[in-house]
């Protein structure tokens, strides 16, 4: 089993910026492609962003946070941070990490990941 415990959430103004972390213990494995998803209220769970394993040579974005966020991971640390600069209102959500993507083609789906942690919550205020 992996445990995910993800933090660095919180209130920011619009333009502001946030760094979350997505720290993984356990059985963690340097080759898991480790994902950040998004759901605002009354909505269902978004991709944002996605890291390959190892080196975390690829990486892939939501068309809405390109240029804005970037995805990264130090596996010396087992952490995956997703850096989130200009933010805007409608980035509002809580932010969910999974990991151990079974299939690459399918990473942009949570059914995908077999591991999550329980969400951290940012507010984006105007």
């Known amino acids: 089993q992996v445990q995910l415990v993800e933090s660095g959430g919180g209130l920011v103004q619009v333009g502001g910026s946030l760094r979350l972390s997505c720290a993984a213990s356990?059985?963690?494995?340097?080759?898991?492609?480790v994902a950040w998803f998004r759901q605002a209220p009354g909505k269902g769970r978004e991709f944002v962003a996605v890291?390959?394993?190892?080196?975390?040579?690829?990486?892939g974005y939501v068309d809405s946070v390109k240029g804005r966020f970037t995805i990264s991971r130090d596996n010396s640390k087992n952490t995956v941070y997703l850096q989130m600069n200009s933010l805007k209102p409608e980035d509002t959500a809580v932010y969910y990490c999974?990991?151990?993507?079974?299939?690459?083609?399918?990473?942009?789906?949570?059914?995908?990941?077999?591991?999550w942690g329980q969400g951290t919550q940012v507010t984006v205020s105007s």
């Open positions: 999974a990991a151990d993507c079974t299939n690459w083609g399918r990473r942009l789906l949570p059914a995908s990941y077999n591991y």
């Open positions: 356990g059985r963690t494995n340097s080759r898991y492609a």
């Open positions: 890291i390959s394993g190892i080196g975390g040579s690829s990486t």
